[in-house]
């Protein structure tokens, strides 16, 4: 079974993400108080918590959730595999897939201590379809695109 393992957010673009209890989706916004909140295609980004693990072993300092800039960290569910255009139901929100992967800012202090970084080929983005609270421990279920 698929589910969130963290959630969340920076009030400032540029810094790491921090763990919050719980995180509001709200629509054609994003997570509420999230600095990368906006009518846009990227409100949401998430990580799966395998791409993380398998950095933990070649980087030198500690990666906790968010640092990577993610707002969701999963388990069990092959993000990067997913087409543009799917949606998940996260607990009881609904979130679309719109980009998988980014490109990695220069100065991305994660790309400098490890020499890559994962969000690139393996974080997702989406926006948000239906609004809602979201936990780590909920359940993630693929809906058709």
Same mark, same amino acid.
């Given at each position: 079974?698929?589910?969130?393992?963290?959630? #969340?957010?920076?009030?400032?673009?540029?810094?790491?993400?921090?763990?919050?209890? +719980?995180?509001?989706?709200?629509? @054609? !916004?994003?997570?509420?108080?999230? $600095? !990368?909140?906006?009518?846009? !295609?990227?409100?949401?980004?998430?990580? $799966?918590? +395998?791409?993380? %693990?398998?950095?933990?072993?070649? *980087?030198?300092?500690?990666? #906790?959730?968010?640092?990577?800039?993610? #707002? /969701?960290?999963?388990?069990? /569910? %092959?993000?990067?595999?997913?087409?543009?255009?799917?949606?998940?139901? /996260?607990?009881?929100?609904?979130?679309?897939?719109?980009?998988?992967?980014?490109? *990695?800012? #220069? %100065? *991305?202090? /994660?790309?400098?201590?490890?020499?890559?970084?994962?969000?690139?080929?393996?974080?997702?983005? $989406?926006?948000?379809?239906?609004?809602?609270?979201? @936990?780590?421990? %909920?359940?993630?279920? *693929?809906?058709?695109?």
């Amino acid at each position: 079974m698929a589910k969130v393992v963290s959630v #969340n957010i920076s009030e400032k673009k540029g810094q790491q993400k921090r763990p919050v209890p +719980e995180i509001h989706l709200k629509l @054609r !916004h994003g997570i509420v108080g999230d $600095a !990368h909140a906006g009518d846009w !295609h990227r409100q949401i980004s998430l990580l $799966a918590e +395998e791409s993380v %693990d398998a950095m933990r072993s070649a *980087c030198p300092v500690e990666l #906790n959730a968010g640092v990577f800039a993610e #707002n /969701i960290n999963t388990t069990g /569910i %092959d993000l990067k595999a997913l087409p543009v255009g799917t949606r998940l139901q /996260i607990g009881e929100t609904e979130v679309e897939v719109t980009q998988i992967g980014k490109e *990695c800012h #220069n %100065d *991305c202090a /994660i790309k400098k201590a490890v020499g890559r970084c994962v969000m690139p080929t393996e974080g997702i983005f $989406a926006v948000v379809v239906q609004e809602g609270v979201v @936990r780590p421990g %909920d359940e993630i279920t *693929c809906l058709e695109g």
